[in-house]
């Protein structure tokens, strides 16, 4: 079975305070995503990646970046966290293009900013 | 460009009865649909898909969706509703207009069962 999974399932932290969450997938996978998701409004893309070192906005990139330095590993950065960034954060991984577009989640992360 | 919509956020049945959770979706090329469930402070695990195979799907835990081009719907149902099936349900649709391998998600529907 497909494994992903996220550094901290609950996190509180400060504004203006640097925030790393971690994601890690155990099979290979080239495709990896960050979403965030709150109440009402479903998931929204934040960031995506397709290979080591590459990666591409998404819907709503302003205030995070990424970092995928290996295939396994995909990281989402708040430079500088704030209040209305207080959310649930997802992770996915999927094979390449060849599979259906199917994604497998982490656990998700809650997010606090105080 | 793809959408998906999912009519009603929160839907209520009692144990036993018939589930129907309902998603429209717009696409303009042939779509592969999802129907995802996420409990409680979990992540979200896929029920089932449509790859333009059969337009009668089977999922997990005796749920299936008919794909039906006509109406543009994809929706999910199961027969008779378990407490255990209390959980949100997303439907999805690739994005073709987009950058590939990625998916676009409805705005979700909280299922409660009431015993």
């Known amino acids: 079975d497909v494994k992903v999974t996220q550094s901290s399932r609950y996190l509180v932290k400060r504004t203006g305070e640097k925030v790393f969450l971690e994601c890690v997938q155990d099979?290979?996978?080239?495709?990896m995503f960050w979403y965030r998701q709150d109440p009402g409004l479903g998931l929204r893309l934040i960031y995506f990646?397709?290979?080591?070192?590459?990666?591409e906005k998404g819907d709503i990139p302003e205030g995070y970046s990424v970092s995928r330095e290996k295939k396994e590993r995909f990281s989402l950065i708040l430079e500088s966290a704030s209040t209305n960034q207080t959310s649930m954060y997802l992770c996915?991984?999927?094979?390449?293009?060849?599979?259906?577009?199917?994604?497998?989640f982490g656990p998700g992360t809650r997010l606090t900013v105080t | 460009a793809q959408s998906v919509t999912q009519l009603g956020s929160h839907v209520s049945v009692s144990e036993g009865a018939l589930v129907l959770l309902r998603c429209n979706y717009s696409?303009?090329?042939?779509?592969?649909l999802f129907w995802y469930v996420q409990y409680p402070n979990q992540g979200l695990q896929l029920l089932l898909k449509?790859?333009?195979?059969?337009?009668l799907v089977k999922g997990i835990n005796g749920f299936e969706a008919e794909f039906k081009k006509s109406e543009t719907s994809f929706h999910l149902t199961k027969p008779s509703a378990h407490m255990s099936d209390a959980a949100e349900y997303f439907c999805?649709?690739?994005?073709?207009?987009?950058?590939?391998?990625?998916?676009?998600f409805g705005k979700g529907t909280k299922l409660s069962v009431k015993p």
């Open positions: 996915a991984s999927s094979p390449p293009l060849t599979d259906p577009y199917e994604q497998y």
């Open positions: 099979m290979d996978h080239e495709n």
């Open positions: 990646s397709y290979d080591v070192k590459m990666k």
């Open positions: 696409s303009s090329v042939p779509p592969y």
């Open positions: 449509y790859t333009s195979a059969a337009t």
């Open positions: 999805a649709v690739n994005n073709y207009g987009g950058s590939q391998g990625n998916l676009i």
